[in-house]
DNA sequence: CCAATAGTGTCTGTTAGACAATATACA
DNA sequence: TGTATATTGTCTAACAGACACTATTGG
């Protein structure tokens, strides 16, 4: 009934956009993919630093999903990131362009090398920045902070109860450097035994072998039984104390 | 620069609806609100189940949650639900008139009572349906069997670590009544004393008197702290035997 | 043998769940 | 007083966190 008076379908649409907030660990800690809005004066934010994303495209693109795979691969050459949507942000005021809507991804993707930022790319139209530098006083593009914060929460409070981190490492990789990964995410340390017991308790591992030149004593190398999904721990980390 | 090319926004765009799973406990069942689709020729699935929703009015709505508030209100008159975003939904198949992206809603509202089914609304537009019948055999309109199966796996989800059933009673409501719609959602009893302990912890209901005639010994009637948001829970429920 | 990191063992406080016991209303 | 339900108390197993201890490498 709400619909009857436009079964013509001819009203004014939203505009319907993709962004992607592709997480990574560089340097030591946790990094999201920016790109450079380009110049031009009928472009929006100029210049600025945005989440990698854009347009629906309906011919090419099946699905949002599909989108978003899309724009992925043409920013990282990541085939098979892990891939999670975060929700979707639309208003009359995020895009001076016109009403519109955005559905947002984030993706965790392993230390990509370079990957992801082939030779041309030093002429600074992409980077990876800090997660520490991103604060609500971030000048992005657009709303792109306020999504960039939704990603980083909804990523944060998921490391608490799952193996999410995992997909941030190269396999094979060690429990200890998949416990830095997860006090990197967390910004808080962990205890070594209840991690140890935890992973693998979670069963989501399986060996590979011993991985030396890492260290004093070589680590064993683990693998992902499962790289489609994360594991779910029974209960969240929380420290005694709180 | 992916956008560069089409900044003459003449591209063929997405179109855009919200839809929402608007959840009460009716005839002690966690029930879901459907509208039947109009009639008439030129309209998708005509006649069939739907969960209300429709296409963003971007005259009418400042923004997706405006959108999903006009659309709850214009089915239940009821103004402050609780009202949470499930996520997104987008690809060329899912609506026959065009590729179309739905951003999906969950509401719950307190037993209505008939507030939301208004005398004329017996010529069947609009029903209560237990939410125990919708299978993934289920034949809603368009993709909504699996909109709603997604917001019922979402509401499930975090009932068993938040306070969200409470929204689903009206105030006061006692102990029991808010175990018994606990239960009802989750499809299994809990522990009484073990409810009752992590009700009071979580510190999310303050007094308001007891309540009699409720059986033989009254019970205390408890009303919500703060009506916005659910309390969280240190640790989800989960039977000593699993 | 020492340093450094990997990995394990032990202890303890907390708490959820099971279930028993008590409290309070109405008939 | 009896019955039904509300509310509280007790016991126990599980387990996370703290932290000490052992293991294995290279120098």
Redesign the interface.
């Known amino acids: 009934?709400?619909?009857?008076p436009?079964?013509d379908?001819s009203?004014?649409?939203?505009?319907?956009t993709v962004d992607l907030a592709i997480f990574t660990i560089r340097a030591d800690a946790l990094s999201v993919l920016l790109v450079r809005r380009?110049d031009?004066t009928?472009?929006p934010y100029p210049g600025a630093w945005a989440l990698p994303g854009?347009?629906?495209?309906?011919?090419k693109d099946?699905?949002?999903v599909?989108c978003a795979r899309r724009?992925l691969s043409?920013k990282t050459a990541i085939s098979t990131p892990y891939l999670e949507?975060v929700?979707?942000?639309?208003?009359?005021?995020r895009d001076p362009?016109?009403?519109s809507?955005t559905?947002v991804y984030f993706a965790l993707i392993p230390n990509p090398g370079d990957a992801v930022e082939p030779p041309q790319t030093t002429s600074n139209?992409i980077k990876w920045e800090a997660v520490d530098n991103i604060t609500t006083r971030t000048r992005l593009a657009f709303d792109h902070t306020r999504l960039l914060l939704a990603a980083l929460e909804r990523l944060r409070a998921k490391v608490e109860y799952t193996s999410l981190p995992a997909f941030l490492l190269a396999e094979p990789f060690t429990l200890p450097q998949l416990q830095r990964v997860y006090e990197m995410v967390l910004g808080r340390p962990l205890d070594k035994s209840a991690f140890r017991t935890r992973a693998m308790a979670a069963d989501f591992l399986t060996e590979d072998g011993l991985i030396k030149g890492s260290g004093p004593r070589p680590a064993m190398g683990y693998r992902l039984r499962d790289r489609r999904k994360p594991a779910y721990f029974?209960?969240?980390f929380?420290p005694r104390d709180k």
């Open positions: 009934m709400a619909r009857n436009r079964a379908l009203f004014q649409r939203p505009l319907t380009p031009g009928d472009e854009g347009f629906v495209d309906i011919e099946p699905s949002l599909a724009k043409e949507q929700g979707s942000w639309g208003d009359n005021k362009r016109g009403w809507a559905h139209t029974p209960r969240t929380s």
